[in-house]
């Protein structure tokens, strides 16, 4: 596509319930990064993929949290057992190698809201 | 470890006033330096970038220099206009590693 894509672009949920959360990068791109971004900071690192590996899952925040990538294209984030201090913006994010500090280029976001 | 830390906003200021929104680093080795913008409704995307010390990058009349000395990449605009109002975001990166160390941006109004 011509841009990073994300869905949903708004969910709300209730505690307690499983979401996912999908990331379609630019075609290409073999670097994709989720980031989390709570209302009035900064952007939180949570993992990077090279193509379909992830070297570092260590930004997660607890093991509620998991990300996969397939056919080094989509993404899915998923949080399971969702708590309210899980409401955030998602952000998502790829760049055409990764290693090479290129520009990252961003969705617009996945609003999670936990109620 | 390293970090970004940016002035805290929001910034108001009127139309066609001169921007500075101050950035400073701490890295190990030389990392290169950005600036992205988010606009109202849209995703973050690169406003310009800097690789090495004393390099200046610029775009759309912003300009931020690579200052090693005193480890800044301090964003400015001789004269802004309603139409920069957004979220700016100072980040770092360092080659050969894939993480990009993002600042808690600033929100900067212009008004008429």
């Known amino acids: 596509g011509a841009g990073v894509s994300q869905s949903p672009s708004n969910k709300v949920t209730e505690k307690g319930k499983d979401v996912e959360l999908r990331c379609d990068p630019i075609s290409g791109h073999t670097a994709l990064y989720w980031y989390r971004q709570r209302l009035g900071q900064g952007l939180e690192f949570l993992i990077y993929?090279?193509?379909?590996?992830?070297?570092?899952k260590s930004g997660l925040p607890s093991d509620r949290f998991s990300a996969e990538r397939t056919g080094e294209s989509v993404s899915t984030l998923t949080i399971q057992r969702t708590q309210q201090e899980d409401s955030a913006v998602y952000l998502c994010?790829?760049?055409?190698?990764?290693?090479?500090?290129?520009?990252?280029?961003f969705g617009e976001g996945s609003r999670l809201t936990v109620l | 470890g390293n970090s970004v830390t940016q002035m805290e906003g929001p910034v108001t200021l009127s139309e066609e006033a001169f921007l500075t929104i101050n950035c400073t680093y701490t890295?190990?080795?030389?990392?290169?330096l950005f600036w992205y913008v988010q606009y109202p409704g849209e995703g973050l995307q690169l406003l310009l970038k800097?690789?090495?010390?004393?390099d200046k990058g610029s775009n759309k009349g912003f300009e931020a220099t690579y200052r090693k000395e005193t480890t800044s990449f301090h964003l400015e605009k001789g004269s802004v206009q309603v139409s920069d109002s957004a979220v700016y975001f100072c980040?770092?990166?360092?080659?050969?590693?894939?993480?990009?160390?993002f600042g808690t941006g600033t929100r900067l109004k212009v008004l008429a």
């Open positions: 980040a770092l990166s360092r080659a050969g590693t894939y993480k990009y160390i």
């Open positions: 993929f090279q193509g379909n590996s992830a070297p570092d």
């Open positions: 800097a690789t090495k010390a004393d």
């Open positions: 890295a190990t080795g030389y990392p290169s």
């Open positions: 994010a790829s760049s055409l190698r990764g290693f090479d500090t290129g520009e990252l280029f």
